[in-house]
């Protein structure tokens, strides 16, 4: 038992460090998928706008076209008033003359409504490159923090796992069963050491004869307030906060 027991004390501190690591990365994954997400949307909304505008601007065109049509067509009419031969005729021309203008007022009147959306619209295309261009560099920044981490965490994460294997091979499936239903409880923390009398992650009073027996790494016992497998770990007295690195 007191193999098993030291080879928990291994796997826990072994799972405890690849927590660690996880917990580094944070949400930096999710942070960048967001991210990006955001920078496609604003990518197909300045696409939308630059269609937009492509199709003001030919309606504009088509209309100014229009407009120096009519124009030819005034100066046509125009000149045949001088060639009119009865009042008939005369009012005729006038009417078209009259039509054609009303046209022409009308034509250049939506050509620059057309103009006063376009305008609009360019100040909206460089509201939304300047948003494209914040987003995609706050996205990069992002990118590369990740990365970063994943490069150094990937390495330290393969060690872990190799020391892992053998552990998993040696302990009983019941005991790692057990021991994995109390890690997923209780934060990724499955065992508690016996300090002062008391278990280490809960405080909870340990009686003496009990505190005897945890030492001698005998048997298996549960903590009865938090449920933890208690371990007894001396070396951890004189090396609580040995870092890494
Ligand atoms: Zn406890």
């Known amino acids: 038992m007191r193999k098993n027991l030291e080879a928990l004390i291994e796997l826990q501190d072994i799972d405890w460090k690849l927590k660690e690591l996880t917990d580094a990365k944070g949400d930096l994954p999710q942070k960048v998928e967001s991210l990006s997400r955001r920078v496609q949307d604003a990518r197909q909304n300045l696409q939308q706008l630059h269609d937009d505008k492509k199709e003001k601007n030919s309606r504009k065109a ?20 001088y060639h009119v031969k009865n009042n008939k005729e005369y009012d005729a021309i006038t009417s078209e003359i009259d039509s054609t203008q009303e046209k022409i007022d009308q034509y250049e009147f939506e050509s620059l409504e057309r ?14 490159e300047e948003t494209i261009q914040e987003l995609q ?11 970063e981490m994943l490069v150094k965490t990937e390495d330290e994460e393969r060690v ?23 890690r997923a409880g209780r934060g990724g923390m499955a065992l508690a050491q016996l300090k002062d009398g008391a278990c280490s992650e809960c405080s909870a009073h340990i009686p003496s004869q009990r505190a005897m027996e945890i030492r001698m790494m005998n048997d298996f016992y549960l903590c009865e307030v938090c449920g933890r497998i208690l371990v007894y770990r001396p070396d951890l007295v004189e090396k609580d906060d040995d870092g890494k690195e």
């Open 62 to 81: 088509t209309l100014d076209n229009d407009v120096v049509l009519f124009h030819e067509n005034l100066k046509k009419y125009q000149n045949q008033l």
């Open 115 to 128: 103009e006063e959306e376009v305008n609009e619209i360019e100040g909206n295309i460089k509201g939304a």
């Open 137 to 147: 560099a706050e996205l990069d920044k992002t990118n590369q923090f990740l990365k």
């Open 160 to 182: 872990l796992n190799e020391k892992r294997a053998p552990l998993l091979e040696l302990l009983p499936r019941p005991i790692l069963n057990h021991y994995e239903r109390i």
